[in-house]
């Protein structure tokens, strides 16, 4: 069930920490059906419904087994819940409900810690042991779910969300330099790390059992995508991948069609939303609704006739929405604040209005596309980073290259030489290339956000208009996220999507959409990040390599006789809205705010910079205009989710 969690765990008890209702209301968008307490001498636990399996008080949270011993708050869903069910009940297990929550704490009770292994689903939860004085929590493999905490000498708070945490805290956390530095080169804050100094996030894949004799436990990895592997697919070959990838997509699509509320779909003329929708209407007997976006004027990277059309093909309903410039400009306060963290994709407010429209027509559960791109090699920039890679770890003379000062690594006649050599002169595409890479990164880490422009702009960015709290920063602080490095060539892609897992997929996509669509009551569900459809695709990968076999090659050829082949074949566009309009009508509505604002007075940002900088970004500048937009989305989430300001 998709739910807003919350709690204290007391290491003292004779003077435990109490939740209020108002604490736990702080969450009500997040469960808008139903509120939860329980209290003993050691914890206090608070839960938000939003009502999606076994609409019965037999839903209801936190909910304790039979006996007493185990108590939880969760947020999230267990798909394949009844398999569970059926498990656990041959193994004597006794069942009163119909809820997952129910087959979790069973879960938990049979088989410990590890229970988490044979769940499908995305979930964060803390499950108190009245017995042992122990607070075990969890979180899905890819994050989909959120998971906050802060401890003291005295007390562990956790919630789903800041705005329900920060509340509960004794002070207010001063803000973290090292992560506002993270954040204005990635677009948003690598998990664990917050804005907050203290304040950390569960990381996605991971476990944390905490007890008073063991207070300062660190989490857990229980899962990684680079080992992630099903050992049925582990002789497969070539000419069965498609139909094994057909198969467990669809099965994934299924299961995460388990409701007992309407479901919906997250439309684009993509690959990805058109395969779910595909696969969806398979196995939906009732109507079926679907949402996209559009901008005015139709511009060419308007997709709703693409998803309309599929949408038709396939008997679905289809409903759009129009964005524009001046709802978006007004909105953006209200936007950051739901998002709980600023998260400076453009695409935000579009992410936004999918679920608040589906709100409106009375869906509680929408299905998206998010992780395809992820799973099968869809953003070439990332392909691109693999070869690199490969062709540096190939070649020792080109990687110990790299180490030359920043002016001779530039040196044009340099790589003439070395393109124009007998040995080199197959490589001097890959060489002119590299030649332009801003290099300067850990010796030991793969080239990665390098390859991203955004990221590398932001490096020289930073020192227009960083004040003193960001004097001690090390130009090394921003690759902490992606500390990761292949033992050999075989492992460059594994070890590359796991980067872009920990990174981008956890910290933007999914968490975006999590707090967009909880903003609006509404559950998203990713059956592109099931566990048994990733193990499998790694399982072949490892076998057969794919990241050179072109585009989303694997999807392309399992969606063969499911997709039209004008869906298949159209290059991928995704959320583009009118990036510059927009970011100019933030500037122009809220750069003001910036002046002698929170970031100003805390050190983070210097004055007399910030004005230079004002004044030299604006609508010809894109590189500087992002820039810009990514400090007035940190300006006003400070004010409104920290301070707790109105705007």
Request: aromatic share 10%; glycine share 6%; net charge neutral.
């Amino acid at each position: 069930m998709m739910c807003g969690v919350i709690g204290i765990f007391n290491r003292r008890p004779e003077t435990p920490r109490r939740l209020s209702r108002e604490d736990v209301d702080t969450l009500h968008h997040r469960g808008p059906d139903a509120q939860g307490l329980y209290n003993d001498e050691h914890v206090s636990l608070g839960h938000r419904r939003l009502s999606i399996l076994d609409l019965t008080e037999g839903g209801a949270q936190p909910q304790s087994t039979r006996d007493g011993r185990y108590t939880v708050t969760f947020n999230g869903e267990i798909y394949n819940y009844i398999e569970l069910r059926r498990e656990l009940a041959d193994q004597g297990v006794r069942f009163y409900g119909a809820s997952d929550t129910e087959v979790l704490l069973a879960a938990y009770g049979v088989w410990g810690k590890r229970c988490v292994e044979r769940f499908r689903g995305m979930f964060a939860f803390a499950l108190y042991d009245r017995t042992a004085r122990t607070m075990f929590m969890a979180r899905d493999r890819c994050g989909e779910k959120p998971f906050f905490f802060y401890r003291d000498g005295e007390c562990f708070y956790f919630a789903s969300e800041l705005k329900g945490l920060l509340p509960l805290l004794p002070h207010t956390p001063s803000l973290d330099p090292s992560a506002i530095d993270m954040y204005l080169h990635y677009q948003y804050v690598p998990e664990p790390s917050t804005l907050l100094q203290g304040v950390r996030k569960l990381p996605a894949a991971h476990t944390l059992l905490l007890s008073h004799d063991d207070w300062n436990a660190e989490p857990v990895r229980y899962w990684d995508v680079r080992s992630a592997e099903t050992p049925e697919y582990a002789s497969a070959q070539p000419r069965d991948i498609p139909d094994i990838i057909r198969a467990r997509l669809e099965e994934s699509v299924a299961l995460t069609l388990r409701s007992d509320v309407p479901v919906g779909l997250a439309l684009s003329g993509g690959i990805d939303s058109g395969a779910i929708a595909a696969f969806a209407r398979r196995h939906t007997a009732d109507q079926f609704h679907a949402f996209g976006i559009g901008y005015p004027g139709r511009p060419p990277y308007d997709e709703r006739e693409q998803a309309k059309g599929l949408a038709h093909k396939l008997g679905i309903t289809f409903h759009e929405v129009e964005l524009k410039v001046d709802d978006f400009v007004a909105f953006l306060p209200t936007l950051v604040s739901i998002m709980d963290e600023p998260i400076a994709d453009i695409a935000a407010f579009g992410h936004y209005a999918v679920p608040r429209a589906a709100a409106e027509h009375g869906i509680k559960v929408l299905l998206s596309g998010t992780g395809g791109d992820e799973v099968f090699w869809g953003y070439p920039w990332v392909v691109r980073s693999i070869e690199i890679n490969e062709f540096l770890l190939r070649h020792p003379f080109v990687s110990r290259l790299r180490h030359l000062p920043k002016g001779l690594w530039r040196y044009e006649p340099l790589w003439k030489v070395c393109s124009h050599s007998r040995l080199l002169n197959a490589y001097s595409t890959i060489l002119r290339e590299i030649s332009v890479i801003d290099m300067r990164k850990p010796p030991e880490q793969l080239f990665f956000y390098e390859m991203v422009k955004d990221f590398v702009n932001a490096r020289s960015l930073r020192t227009r208009v960083y004040g003193p709290a960001m004097r001690d920063i090390s130009a090394d602080n921003v690759f902490l996220p992606t500390a990761l490095t292949a033992l050999s060539e075989a492992d460059i892609p594994a070890t590359t999507l796991r980067l872009l897992f920990d990174t981008y997929l956890t910290s933007n996509c999914i968490a975006l959409g999590d707090r967009v669509s909880m903003g609006c009551g509404v559950e998203v569900r990713l059956p592109f990040l099931d566990a048994r459809l990733i193990e499998s695709v790694m399982a072949l990968r490892r076998r057969h390599p794919d990241h050179q076999r072109g585009h989303k090659a694997w999807l392309r050829a399992a969606l063969k006789e499911v997709l039209p082949d004008e869906v298949l074949t159209r290059p991928k566009s995704g959320f583009q809205p009118p990036i510059m309009a927009w970011l100019d009508g933030a500037r122009e509505r809220y750069g003001a705010l910036l002046r002698e604002g929170l970031l100003v007075n805390s050190g983070i940002l210097d004055m007399s910079r910030l004005e230079s900088f004002l004044k030299e970004s604006g609508p010809n500048d894109p590189p500087k205009q992002f820039f810009l937009y990514k400090l007035i989305l940190l300006e006003i989430w400070y004010r409104s989710v920290v301070r707790r300001e109105r705007f």
